[in-house]
């Protein structure tokens, strides 16, 4: 498994560890981000993680908002997910 020069009390630490039990975060965790993980700004320190090295890939989900169009359908609403990514069929 590689090593990160990534201090473990840090918010890099603490969202790699989370991302290292195979979890998947958004924006929208905004409660477990600031509760458990005290992350205020997610898309920061995901890319101080980028910029160390850690392979972090990104998908689009779309979510529903509370508009609605004039059609009367949902208006949607698109969110990055993030997760760690493999490499070589390995999960850093």
Known sequence: MKQYNIKPNTQKGILYQYLLGGKTITS????????????????SVIRDLKKAGVPIK?????VPTRR?????????????????????????
Do not use: C, P
């Open 68 to 92: 609605v169009n004039s059609d009367g359908s949902v208006k949607m609403a698109y969110v990055a997910q993030y997760r760690l990514g493999a490499v070589g069929g390995n999960l850093f």
């Open 58 to 62: 990104t998908a689009t989900l779309e």
């Open 28 to 43: 929208l965790d905004a409660a477990k981000l600031i509760r458990d993980l005290g992350i205020l700004d997610l898309q």
